[in-house]
Nanobody, 128 residues
Framework: QVQLVESGGGSVQTGGSLRLSCAAS???????????MAWFRQGPGRDREFVAG????????YYADFVKGRFTISKNNAKNTVYLQMNNLKPEDTAVYYC??????????????????WGQGTQVTVSE
């Protein structure tokens, strides 16, 4: 079992930055583990959508088109933590952001149904 705890959400104005963190505990992963961690978000009245993902072993990253060039996903192996650096935030980025994990890299990383573990979510609000 894996527990995921997000932090770092908040309220910013358009153009601002935030860094989200997601700490994994319980059955954690080694630096050579082929698991996946990802960030999804769910805005008001919208489905949960993929934002960014990372393959733990090797660090390959994936991004949704709408965040390319603005968001960066990264990890700290020693801390079993994944980060989402969000720059140049826009009002349409307002959402609850969720961290997720899957103990296998053989998935469609953009498919929320492929993930087994989820955090409780952290609110990001971007005002005009």
């Amino acid at each position: 079992q894996v527990q995921l705890v997000e932090s770092g959400g908040g309220s910013v104005q358009t153009g601002g930055s935030l860094r989200l963190s997601c700490a994994a505990s319980g059955r954690t992963f080694s630096s050579h583990s082929s698991h996946v961690m990802a960030w999804f978000r769910q805005g008001p009245g919208r489905d949960r959508e993929f934002v960014a993902g990372i393959i733990w072993s090797g660090g390959r990253t994936y991004y949704a088109d709408f965040v390319k060039g603005r968001f960066t996903i990264s990890k700290n192996n020693a801390k079993n933590t994944v980060y989402l650096q969000m720059n140049n935030l826009k009002p349409e980025d307002t959402a609850v952001y969720y961290c997720s994990a899957k103990a296998s890299a053989w998935i469609d990383i953009r498919d929320r149904h492929a993930f087994d573990y989820w955090g409780q979510g952290t609110q990001v609000t971007v005002s005009e």
